[in-house]
């Protein structure tokens, strides 16, 4: 019920916990805001896939940090290759036993 109440049903099989439809409102989450719901959520369906914006704050670094699995994505532009290349090397950092993020 927890659930049902913060997800949009796109499909049969698809369900969103979709971003702010205004900015009208600053989102500054806790780094703590959201390990509730992905429990909450990981307990309840087979596959949890989170799709993070790509500012690096608290709650981001918390929630990749406890991932099973990391993928990134970036385009080939100098700037985020170098970027890339940090956050794998954190990753591998703070993720010692666990496989490294897949580019």
């Keep these: 019920v927890y659930l049902d109440r913060l997800l949009a049903q796109c499909a049969e099989h698809l369900s969103l916990l979709a971003a702010p439809s205004t900015l009208d409102r600053v989102y500054d989450f806790d780094p703590d805001a959201f390990a509730q719901l ?58 010692p036993n666990d496989p490294p993020p897949k580019l």
Excluded: C, Y
């Design 38 to 95: 992905i429990d909450t959520a990981q307990r309840s369906v087979p596959l949890l896939v989170l799709d993070v914006p790509h500012i690096w704050t608290g709650w981001t670094k918390n929630v990749l940090v406890k991932a099973d699995e990391i993928v990134i994505t970036a385009t080939p532009e100098l700037a985020n290759l170098r970027n890339t290349k940090n956050l794998v090397d954190m990753f591998k950092r703070l993720r």
